[in-house]
């Protein structure tokens, strides 16, 4: 009879055999063609979502090369996530950590996918527990919690089959959920992606602290940078990225907070 | 500014290639607060079953049926209750959170969860159960179901790897059911999964399932389709393997369409009508089990959803036990 040792080992051999096809395990009873059929379903599996996930990297870098660095990620990487909408997100990360020089991928492709995965980022982003700031706290900033904001050394949004680039160039990019929960994009300065970030980093000192912050790094002065910054700020709490109870345009039209469902 | 492409997200993969599969999981979502609902009894003698049609949720149904939920169903039977994925929809915001609420708001809730990974090889995530429970209790769900294999080594696989038919495999998937059932706080229902290989079994598929079911004291969730996938492809006779099923433990019931590689082997794929031998075979069950709650799945290749509802009213037909092939008719609620 089977010890328990031996059931956990047989378990993990099964799970191995199917994550690496060259593998050439044998179990009792089972036929390579049976192991063969397991293979090709979870590699499908893995292969409809991270193809949908990623369209570009997959254009780009061509079906053989795509396969290639998917077979390496299925089975050198033991996923965390339950959830299996959100393993894109661990594909992002694995693939960070690669040496895309030594492995003879292009040196942007890291970031190209965490920007195609960024917005499944803003898609799933669940609304905030937080209420928007009310009352008297007028310093008080709220941001849409499905904004996903990211510098890059490549300009990887123009990324496709037909151009890519052969140097890097500072790229500051965006997207976030709309009030109607569409997904739009943005374009920042590095100037403006300074700010959110300082503004993401310590929300409770708001707009205003976040402006004196980045004028002291910069060592300028914060009411000439706030003025600058206007039209910029005034653009995103149009848009929801930003919202607060005394600006026209507020939380109310925000993707932040989804009332439409709610009783 | 606008990507060069927008992320499609998967329902299907492409026809054609193989064995290739739609995908199981699919990117629907998160959840509303609201009260549990009440919660029925156990389907037994002399009661009413509270539901008997209903179709799985899906990502690629939802516009379309939400039109229907306004414009109404016409001749076609509206689905007494919904079934969801909890993966598929927990922690999410957005539109998932506004469709599954929109759902949720308007069925009654079963959920078929994916990644518990309950015959699995490593330690149980009791965070993740923990997790379950929240979404579980969020939506008033009535029927919780998992499946009876493992999808995990030391990270997921997400995707139904075969427990092996063995006494030490009872012993320990019982030990895990029981400390996911006293977590939870309330019972699970474990499903007959497809397989297509089998590593040194002990006993048979049945045997494995009633000992499980037995000594966990837990549900089982009948998956019809599977019965009829592993009586293709494993040489077995499914209307017996029904028969051994311990009818008062059966909570509820899936069928599913399947894909036919030969006359000896299919693959599960829930991306096809449900095929006439397994309609016989939820007819044989009714008989026998007498009738259940089942749920259509539909996984990929969708076609219009009035085509669904269409084996929605034949399934309310058999469980109705009233004549097959006259569409259009509501099943009334059935009484057993």
């Given at each position: 009879?089977?010890?328990q040792?031996e059931?956990?080992?047989?378990?993990?051999?099964?799970?191995?055999?199917i994550?690496?096809?060259?593998?050439d395990?044998h179990f009792p009873?089972?036929?390579?063609?049976?192991?063969?059929v397991?293979?090709?379903?979870f590699?499908?599996?893995l292969k409809?979502l991270l193809?949908?996930?990623?369209?570009?990297a997959r254009d780009v870098l061509?079906?053989d090369t795509w396969n290639m660095?998917?077979g390496r990620f299925?089975k050198?990487?033991?996923?965390?996530t339950?959830?299996?909408?959100r393993?894109?997100?661990e594909?992002a990360?694995w693939?960070?950590g690669q040496?895309l020089e030594?492995g003879?991928?292009?040196?942007w492709?890291a970031?190209l996918?965490r920007?195609?995965v960024?917005?499944?980022g803003a898609?799933f982003?669940?609304?905030s527990?937080?209420?928007?700031?009310?009352?008297s706290?007028?310093?008080?900033t709220?941001?849409?919690?499905?904004?996903?904001?990211?510098?890059?050394?490549?300009?990887?949004?123009?990324i496709?089959k037909?151009w890519?680039?052969?140097?890097p160039?500072?790229t500051?990019?965006a997207?976030?959920?709309?009030?109607?929960?569409?997904?739009?994009f943005?374009?920042?300065?590095?100037?403006?992606t300074a700010l959110l970030?300082?503004l993401l980093?310590?929300p409770?000192?708001?707009?205003a602290?976040?402006t004196r912050q980045?004028a002291?790094?910069?060592?300028t002065?914060?009411?000439a940078l706030?003025t600058?910054?206007?039209p910029?700020?005034?653009?995103?709490y149009?848009?929801?990225v930003?919202?607060?109870?005394?600006?026209?345009?507020?939380?109310?039209?925000?993707?932040?907070?989804?009332?439409?469902e709610?009783? | 500014m606008?990507?060069?492409s927008?992320?499609a997200?998967?329902d299907?993969?492409?026809p054609?290639d193989?064995l290739?599969r739609p995908l199981r999981?699919?990117?629907?979502?998160?959840l509303v607060p609201r009260a549990?609902?009440e919660?029925?009894?156990?389907p037994?003698s002399n009661?009413?079953v509270?539901h008997s049609?209903?179709l799985g949720l899906?990502?690629?149904?939802?516009?379309?049926?939400?039109d229907l939920e306004q414009?109404g169903y016409?001749?076609q039977?509206r689905p007494?209750f919904?079934?969801?994925t909890?993966?598929n929809?927990m922690?999410?915001?957005?539109k998932?959170?506004?469709n599954l609420?929109?759902?949720?708001?308007?069925?009654?809730?079963?959920?078929?969860?994916?990644?518990?990974s309950?015959?699995g090889?490593?330690?149980?995530?009791?965070?993740?159960v923990?997790r379950l429970?929240?979404?579980l209790?969020?939506?008033?769900v009535i029927?919780f179901?998992?499946?009876?294999?493992?999808c995990?080594d030391?990270?997921?696989?997400?995707?139904?790897?075969p427990?092996?038919?063995?006494?030490?495999?009872?012993q320990?998937?019982?030990e895990?059911?029981?400390?996911?059932?006293?977590?939870?706080?309330?019972?699970?229902?474990?499903e007959?999964?497809?397989?297509y290989?089998m590593?040194?079994?002990?006993?048979t598929?049945?045997?494995?399932?009633c000992?499980?079911?037995?000594r966990?004291?837990c549900?089982?969730?009948l998956?019809?389709?599977?019965?009829?996938?592993?009586?293709?492809?494993?040489?077995?006779d499914?209307?017996a393997?029904i028969?051994a099923?311990?009818?008062?433990?059966?909570?509820?019931?899936?069928?599913?369409g399947h894909?036919q590689i030969?006359?000896?082997?299919?693959?599960d794929?829930h991306?096809t009508?449900?095929?006439?031998?397994?309609?016989?075979?939820l007819a044989?069950?009714q008989?026998?089990?007498?009738?259940?709650?089942?749920?259509?799945e539909?996984d990929?290749?969708?076609?219009?959803?009035?085509?669904l509802?269409g084996e929605l009213?034949e399934?309310g037909?058999i469980?109705n036990?009233?004549?097959?092939?006259?569409?259009?008719?509501a099943?009334?609620?059935i009484?057993?």
């Amino acid at each position: 009879m089977q010890s328990q040792q031996e059931l956990q080992e047989m378990q993990l051999a099964f799970a191995a055999a199917i994550r690496d096809p060259d593998l050439d395990t044998h179990f009792p009873n089972v036929s390579p063609e049976q192991l063969a059929v397991y293979r090709e379903l979870f590699w499908d599996n893995l292969k409809a979502l991270l193809d949908s996930a990623c369209p570009v990297a997959r254009d780009v870098l061509g079906q053989d090369t795509w396969n290639m660095l998917l077979g390496r990620f299925w089975k050198e990487h033991p996923a965390s996530t339950p959830e299996y909408t959100r393993m894109p997100f661990e594909f992002a990360d694995w693939i960070a950590g690669q040496n895309l020089e030594d492995g003879g991928l292009p040196l942007w492709l890291a970031e190209l996918i965490r920007w195609e995965v960024a917005e499944l980022g803003a898609m799933f982003a669940p609304e905030s527990k937080d209420a928007p700031p009310t009352g008297s706290d007028i310093s008080a900033t709220h941001i849409a919690p499905s904004l996903q904001l990211h510098a890059f050394a490549w300009p990887v949004h123009r990324i496709g089959k037909n151009w890519q680039p052969s140097s890097p160039e500072t790229t500051c990019l965006a997207c976030y959920r709309t009030a109607e929960l569409d997904i739009a994009f943005m374009e920042l300065t590095p100037l403006g992606t300074a700010l959110l970030e300082l503004l993401l980093a310590e929300p409770e000192a708001g707009l205003a602290g976040a402006t004196r912050q980045l004028a002291d790094a910069m060592g300028t002065d914060a009411t000439a940078l706030e003025t600058s910054m206007a039209p910029f700020i005034d653009d995103l709490y149009e848009r929801g990225v930003l919202g607060n109870t005394h600006r026209k345009g507020g939380m109310e039209h925000s993707p932040a907070i989804d009332t439409s469902e709610n009783p | 500014m606008a990507r060069a492409s927008a992320v499609a997200l998967p329902d299907v993969s492409s026809p054609g290639d193989g064995l290739t599969r739609p995908l199981r999981y699919s990117y629907n979502l998160p959840l509303v607060p609201r009260a549990p609902r009440e919660l029925p009894v156990t389907p037994a003698s002399n009661t009413t079953v509270p539901h008997s049609i209903g179709l799985g949720l899906r990502r690629s149904l939802v516009e379309e049926w939400r039109d229907l939920e306004q414009q109404g169903y016409g001749n076609q039977p509206r689905p007494e209750f919904i079934e969801v994925t909890p993966e598929n929809w927990m922690g999410l915001g957005g539109k998932f959170r506004r469709n599954l609420a929109y759902f949720t708001e308007r069925y009654p809730v079963y959920a078929h969860g994916l990644s518990l990974s309950i015959g699995g090889p490593t330690e149980l995530d009791m965070a993740f159960v923990d997790r379950l429970k929240t979404f579980l209790d969020d939506c008033g769900v009535i029927e919780f179901s998992e499946h009876l294999s493992y999808c995990t080594d030391h990270g997921h696989l997400y995707d139904l790897m075969p427990i092996p038919f063995t006494e030490a495999a009872v012993q320990r998937v019982c030990e895990r059911i029981l400390r996911v059932q006293d977590r939870l706080k309330r019972q699970i229902a474990l499903e007959n999964v497809s397989f297509y290989a089998m590593p040194a079994p002990e006993m048979t598929e049945a045997e494995f399932i009633c000992a499980v079911l037995e000594r966990a004291d837990c549900k089982l969730l009948l998956d019809i389709n599977n019965v009829w996938v592993n009586s293709v492809n494993h040489g077995y006779d499914p209307k017996a393997f029904i028969e051994a099923m311990p009818g008062a433990r059966v909570a509820y019931q899936h069928i599913a369409g399947h894909l036919q590689i030969s006359d000896r082997q299919i693959i599960d794929t829930h991306g096809t009508d449900v095929s006439d031998p397994v309609w016989d075979l939820l007819a044989h069950a009714q008989a026998t089990l007498g009738p259940r709650p089942t749920v259509l799945e539909r996984d990929g290749n969708f076609p219009p959803l009035s085509s669904l509802l269409g084996e929605l009213a034949e399934m309310g037909h058999i469980l109705n036990g009233t004549a097959r092939g006259t569409p259009g008719d509501a099943p009334a609620e059935i009484t057993v």
